[in-house]
């Protein structure tokens, strides 16, 4: 009989990485915390004075409270942008992160 060590770690290692994934998907509000941070980033990085980023911070609350949701899918969500019945996935949560597929998309919903 061949050795099994190599498969039962290997099995014990996908399943702690697949734990951990569960674990630290991100919830809808925690996915738009961080896009209401990147999106107040990106104002700020625009050349936007002090006055202006509370005012925009203000307005991207708003945008990303009423226009993002995402879609759970316990090892990972799926973040969603809805915009004039329009809906594009624009990234996905995982590990505690919000990753982004396209800045274009990203800064398109930044400017509506």
Same mark, same amino acid.
């Given at each position: 009989?061949?050795n099994?060590?190599?498969?039962?770690?290997?099995l014990?290692?996908? %399943?702690?990485?697949?734990? /951990?994934?569960?674990?630290t998907?991100? +919830?809808?509000?925690?996915?738009?915390?961080?896009?209401?941070?990147?999106? /107040?980033q990106?104002?700020?990085? *625009? *050349?936007?004075?002090?006055?202006?980023?509370?005012?925009?911070?203000s307005?991207?609350?708003?945008?990303?409270d009423? /226009?993002? +949701?995402?879609?759970?899918?316990?090892l990972?969500?799926? @973040?969603?942008?809805?915009?004039?019945?329009?809906?594009?996935?624009i %990234?996905? *949560?995982?590990f *505690?992160? @919000?990753?982004?597929?396209? %800045?274009?998309?990203?800064k +398109?919903?930044?400017?509506?």
């Open positions: 009989m061949k099994k060590k190599p498969l039962m770690v290997i014990i290692i996908a %399943g702690l990485v697949l734990f /951990t994934a569960i674990l998907n991100p +919830s809808e509000a925690k996915q738009k915390e961080i896009l209401k941070s990147k999106l /107040t990106l104002s700020i990085d *625009g *050349g936007l004075n002090e006055n202006l980023i509370a005012l925009a911070s307005f991207i609350a708003n945008l990303v009423n /226009t993002i +949701s995402s879609d759970n899918y316990v990972f969500s799926v @973040v969603k942008s809805s915009w004039e019945n329009q809906t594009n996935v %990234g996905i *949560g995982v *505690g992160n @919000v990753i982004l597929f396209s %800045g274009d998309q990203f +398109s919903l930044s400017n509506n």
